[in-house]
């Protein structure tokens, strides 16, 4: 059938006697009419009213469209609409997201007698909930006598199709309910004052009280009614405020996305019940409808996007992870000049072993293999340098951008008051000190200690670390003058990436509780035995997101560039202090006269830029994660500005070296 374009052309298509899909494709085609340009709702409602009026002029089309919606309603079972519409038919979060990318991917059909599907294709944009939601009741009114079946085409003695499909949907909204509410997953962590009050059990009984006293009823008022819809009313209510008993868990025990993604599915369906409810007993019925109609619209939409699963069911997760982030964070900010010296020489041990990871990382290259494997032996090494400088307590510079960003955000709820932002300033200048003591004993110790250990591979075996042709090589690929800045900026975002990945693991490790099944196993302590299982329990729950962290960060660094390079991308990192290594080596190879060769000072020049984009980027991205996780909005932006510009104004030196009135910190 070719589509109609014009009302003339709608109405004298009209057929219900037409097959399925031809029926739905009229619907489709009327919707699409009455949208017109989608330039204005108060055109589309026009367009509405002249349907309304060309319909009430002619007695036959009226009863043609009467008897096209009763075939619709025998075909197509509205229940699973109004019930199911907009939430998901798994119950894990990544089997709804490849629901999802199914749906965005395959085109859906018209022949169809799914009431959903055929929903998603007539009410299909977004302006359909603006004109929906803008009906008044005069028109409302209108569409339900247009649509009121004759007599013997109600589903009983008092209520039409319509009404019965409300309560068909409330029942099957109220069994969903019940059970999630009954499932290990949520019960197990619901608040025993919940789990004791039982609200789920006598849902459904009182709901077939409500239905009864409806159907007993045609008054709205009446007592029975009113009465049993108050108790229905109060017994979801009760079942919300158990399920959201189990936040409280989650918080203390780490989140799990698949658990918040079943909680804001239950959440949805009461909100849905309570819809529906308003749709069969409110005292604008017709409006409500509407209402929800319109919701159905926008439901639909987002259910088709990845993108509002994600940032729905991951909220939680990502501020766990800035939580957890913040709190290793503050370990990471000196804010005198005790602490200063200490980051000093953290900074300066873990420079001194990253220049045997340096020899490490030319050793494993010296071996000629191929691209995964020579990334993957890289990353090893890297790994396992970043792990020991962990336990030996020592510090890499560019890890603490990414755990000090969450700290950071989370002071910004505190900025009520115009003192509180010199105070934000003053943190941002111990912030800013930290980083600079961290660079420095990291990059001032590296390139020494790679020059030693060249020189003494010289001595012992004959040949520094690198040869002269590689130590051009590594000039060349540190200037400046090259992508320099670009692979340092793409650093920045794997050191971010191996924060999230920390965060993650540690989130994981706690939802499990695997510090306590170390702990009380009994297979382990036999294996142990007890004081060693306490022991290995608590050393695991206080460096999991350390191990992680550096271990995710050190693969990253070898194998990603293998990985883009596999793609024909020639994407390298730049990692200030690794690449201060790699410069020792390349100086310990040419000598002395390496002072006379330009592309050594462009490299050199290369330095600060790769540390301050490491830095940056890393901790801006953790950042604005950290703001979204924390929920801070509104923040004066200008009066935090003007704070930290004042504090550079008066006192400069201070974001480098702790001032002399600055008192040592108390340590909790």
């Known amino acids: 059938?070719?589509?109609?374009?014009?009302?003339?052309?709608?109405?004298?298509?009209?057929?219900?006697?037409?097959?399925?899909?031809?029926?739905?494709?009229?619907?489709?085609?009327?919707?699409?009419?009455?949208?017109?340009?989608?330039?204005?709702?108060?055109?589309?409602?026009?367009?509405?009213?002249?349907?309304?009026?060309?319909?009430?002029?002619?007695?036959?089309t009226q009863l043609r469209l009467q008897a096209w919606w009763q075939t619709l309603l025998d075909t197509l079972d509205g229940t699973t609409l109004l019930a199911d519409y907009g939430f998901s038919s798994r119950?894990?979060?990544?089997?709804?997201?490849?629901?999802?990318?199914?749906?965005?991917?395959?085109?859906?059909?018209?022949?169809?007698?799914?009431a959903s599907a055929l929903f998603s294709l007539v009410l299909c944009d977004a302006f359909d909930a603006q004109w929906l939601s803008a009906l008044d009741e005069a028109t409302l009114q209108r569409i339900a006598n247009l649509l009121q079946l004759p007599a013997g085409h109600t589903a009983g003695p008092q209520i039409s199709p319509w009404q019965n499909t409300l309560l068909e949907a409330i029942t099957f909204c109220t069994s969903q309910v019940r059970s999630a509410g009954f499932s290990p997953e949520l019960r197990l962590r619901m608040s025993a004052p919940a789990r004791e009050a039982g609200p789920f059990h006598a849902l459904a009984r009182d709901f077939d009280r409500l239905r009864d006293a409806y159907l007993a009823s045609p008054d709205r008022d009446s007592e029975a009614r009113q009465a049993a819809l108050l108790n229905f009313r109060?017994?979801?209510e009760a079942c919300r405020h158990a399920a959201a008993s189990v936040y409280t868990h989650l918080d203390a025990h780490g989140i799990s996305v698949n658990l918040v993604f079943q909680l804001r599915q239950m959440r949805e369906r009461v909100l849905r019940i309570r819809a529906l409810l308003d749709c069969l007993l409110s005292a604008s019925p017709n409006s409500?409808?509407?209402?929800?109609?319109?919701?159905?619209?926008?439901?639909?939409?987002?259910?088709?996007?990845?993108?509002?699963?994600?940032?729905?069911?991951?909220?939680?997760?990502?501020?766990?992870?800035?939580?957890?982030?913040?709190?290793?964070?503050?370990?990471?900010?000196?804010?005198?000049?005790?602490?200063?010296?200490?980051?000093?020489?953290?900074?300066?041990?873990?420079?001194?072993?990253?220049?045997?990871?340096?020899?490490?990382?030319?050793?494993?290259?010296?071996?000629?293999?191929?691209?995964?494997?020579?990334?993957?032996?890289?990353?090893?090494?890297?790994?396992?340098?970043?792990?020991?400088?962990?336990?030996?307590?020592?510090?890499?510079?560019?890890?603490?951008?990414?755990?000090?960003?969450?700290a950071m955000a989370a002071k910004l709820k505190d900025l009520g008051d115009p003192n509180a932002f010199t105070a934000f300033a003053d943190e941002v200048t111990h912030l800013v000190r930290s980083q600079v003591a961290a660079v420095l004993g990291n990059v001032l110790l590296v390139f020494p200690a790679v020059l030693l250990i060249s020189l003494a591979l010289q001595l012992i075996v004959g040949q520094p670390m690198v040869d002269t042709k590689e130590a051009e090589h590594v000039f060349h690929s540190l200037t400046l003058l090259g992508p320099t800045a670009l692979f340092a900026a793409f650093?920045?975002?794997?050191?971010?990436?191996?924060?999230?990945?920390?965060?993650?693991?540690?989130?994981?490790?706690?939802?499990?509780?695997?510090?306590?099944?170390?702990?009380?196993?009994?297979?382990?302590?036999?294996?142990?035995?007890?004081?060693?299982?306490?022991?290995?329990?608590?050393?695991?729950?206080?460096?999991?997101?350390?191990?992680?962290?550096?271990?995710?960060?050190?693969?990253?660094?070898?194998?990603?560039?293998?990985?883009?390079?596999?793609?024909?991308?020639?994407?390298?990192?730049?990692?200030?202090?690794?690449?201060?290594?790699?410069?020792?080596?390349?100086?310990?190879?040419?000598?002395?006269?390496?002072?006379?060769?330009?592309?050594?000072?462009?490299?050199?020049?290369?330095?600060?830029?790769?540390?301050?984009?490491?830095?940056?980027?890393?901790?801006?991205?953790?950042?604005?994660?950290?703001?979204?996780?924390?929920?801070?909005?509104?923040?004066?932006?200008?009066?935090?500005?003007?704070?930290?510009?004042?504090?550079?104004?008066?006192?400069?030196?201070?974001?480098?070296?702790?001032?002399?009135?600055?008192?040592?910190?108390?340590?909790?």
């Open 91 to 114: 119950s894990a979060f990544l089997s709804e997201f490849f629901e999802r990318l199914r749906h965005k991917l395959l085109p859906g059909t018209p022949e169809t007698a799914d």
């Open 491 to 668: 650093t920045g975002v794997l050191l971010f990436a191996s924060s999230i990945i920390a965060g993650w693991v540690e989130n994981w490790f706690v939802l499990h509780r695997l510090d306590s099944a170390m702990r009380y196993n009994p297979r382990i302590t036999a294996w142990l035995g007890r004081q060693r299982a306490q022991r290995w329990a608590a050393f695991m729950r206080l460096n999991i997101s350390g191990f992680a962290s550096n271990i995710s960060l050190g693969f990253m660094l070898g194998l990603v560039p293998a990985f883009a390079g596999f793609f024909g991308l020639l994407l390298e990192v730049r990692h200030v202090t690794l690449s201060a290594g790699q410069l020792g080596a390349a100086c310990a190879a040419i000598g002395w006269n390496v002072v006379y060769e330009p592309a050594l000072w462009w490299a050199v020049a290369a330095l600060p830029v790769m540390g301050a984009l490491n830095l940056i980027v890393s901790f801006y991205l953790a950042f604005r994660l950290a703001l979204r996780a924390h929920n801070v909005t509104g923040i004066n932006r200008l009066h935090v500005t003007q704070a930290i510009a004042r504090r550079w104004r008066d006192a400069p030196l201070s974001f480098f070296w702790p001032t002399r009135d600055t008192l040592p910190a108390t340590k909790d």
């Open 288 to 406: 409500a409808s509407a209402r929800l109609l319109a919701h159905l619209v926008l439901v639909g939409r987002e259910r088709r996007s990845l993108g509002a699963l994600i940032a729905a069911n991951t909220s939680l997760l990502a501020a766990k992870v800035a939580e957890r982030s913040s709190e290793t964070g503050e370990h990471y900010i000196t804010r005198n000049a005790v602490e200063y010296r200490d980051m000093l020489r953290q900074a300066a041990g873990g420079g001194a072993l990253t220049a045997l990871t340096t020899w490490m990382k030319f050793a494993v290259l010296g071996l000629g293999l191929s691209a995964f494997w020579g990334g993957f032996w890289t990353g090893a090494a890297y790994a396992l340098s970043f792990v020991v400088i962990q336990l030996l307590h020592f510090t890499l510079a560019t890890k603490q951008p990414a755990m000090t960003a969450p």
């Open 1 to 60: 059938m070719k589509p109609p374009h014009d009302l003339p052309e709608l109405l004298a298509a009209l057929d219900p006697q037409a097959e399925l899909v031809q029926r739905h494709l009229w619907l489709i085609a009327l919707f699409e009419w009455l949208r017109g340009d989608r330039s204005a709702v108060s055109a589309t409602l026009a367009r509405l009213n002249l349907l309304l009026d060309a319909m009430q002029v002619r007695p036959q």
């Open 234 to 236: 109060e017994r979801l």
